[in-house]
């Protein structure tokens, strides 16, 4: 296959600046106060009403150890006992949630993120798995997507045979990266021994898809030592591969701060360090599905990126629509119709709230026919990396060049630039422009202009 991605330095340097991911327009940064949890009832009541399919996310906090580069929302203990009020409150919420919604809407998607979910014992995960199944329907036929995230280091053969037993039959494990120095700089000490035994479990065990994070940008990374890291991985074939990069905001993700600027990669050896990863799983037989996701090509990605059915979700890249996504746990955002919202991160406030009965929303907004339009031209861009103005005009009854006439000064910038090919009847992104497709969605981002950039880091 030929390389779809041309690497330009200088635009690259030019066109990655500080922006949204685009897993959600709007972004989550967007979200105001003035939600109430009636707000997110009636967004649940007319999914009841409209019958559309759901997907569940569910958060666990907890984790034992601090990796210093999270951005995550975790509370670092080794106290086990701590989960038990948080999973009262989730089941709680589960019951709140579900009570406006009907047992005709399946869940197509369900995903246990963290946090480190495996940070519950056996049983608490068979209680929690067992009151999602009491409450919403969940297929018993292995054909839905149900996932979730393992750290190789808190989790074994039998952990791996229970979630299997419970229903999961895709599983993401973090790994980052595998060399012992830069594990010591980001406090996360992961043999290759504890990745690949959870990884023979998880293939014994039949689950459908596999994949492993990694992170590039971390301190002490060099091209070298992060290739010898990609050859171990790939050794592994993994079905997915997901490439982060590392975002260092040390004023908003305190561990951070026990990273030393000095140890980080320069902004050319991170790009160094990504084109040649982007080349060895290439050359390893993997496809780009697009910002940082690789996948083998009989991976259901690969194929939806195929037939045209590739999505993206808060998760990353889905095949097939996400539906109505109903966040549980503290943290988590739900988007039901038009309402999206996220919980309060304070796992007290959360706690206490669904003490109360109460709903933990405590942010959010309700999209606007312009919200709904813009998010359908991001998501064309990010899944097909092109746009036919037809069809949006067709789908939304507008002119595209008038409704987007303020882009346009941009849009034939970044064409004279060759990061994209804009003529009367679409946008193609060019090779060149692969690498910087954000850049390319935050043109469509109304807004862009608000977005305070200190809460992002560049793309790549
Ligand atoms: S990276 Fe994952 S395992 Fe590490 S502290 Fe953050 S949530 Fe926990």
Redesign the pocket.
Known sequence: MSDPVRWDAGLIRRYDKAGPRYTAYPSPAQYADGVVPADLVTALQESRVAGRPLSLYVHIPF?A???Y????T?I?TKDRSRAQPYLQALEREIELTSHHLSRAQRVERLHIG???PTFLGHDDLRRLVDRLRDAFTLHEDDTADYSIEI?PREADWPTIGLLRELGFNRVSF?VQDLDPEVQRAIN?LQSLEQTQAVMDAARALAFRSVNIDLIYGLPRQTPDSFARTLASVIEMNPDRLTLYSYAHLPDLFL?QRKISLAELPDSDSRLEIYRSSFAQLLAAGYRHIGMGQFALPDDSLGNAQEIGTLARGLQGYISGEEGDLIGLGVSAISQVGDFHCRNTGDIKLYQQSLEQNRLALHRGLKCSADDRLRRVVINELLCRYQLRFADIEQRFGIDFAIYFADCLGMLEQLHRDGVIHLSVTGIEVLPAGRPLIASVCRMFDAYQHVVDRGRYAQIL
């Open positions: 984790c150890n601090v990796c580069y999270c951005a995550c975790k670092i963290g946090g480190t750290d973090g996360r561990p």
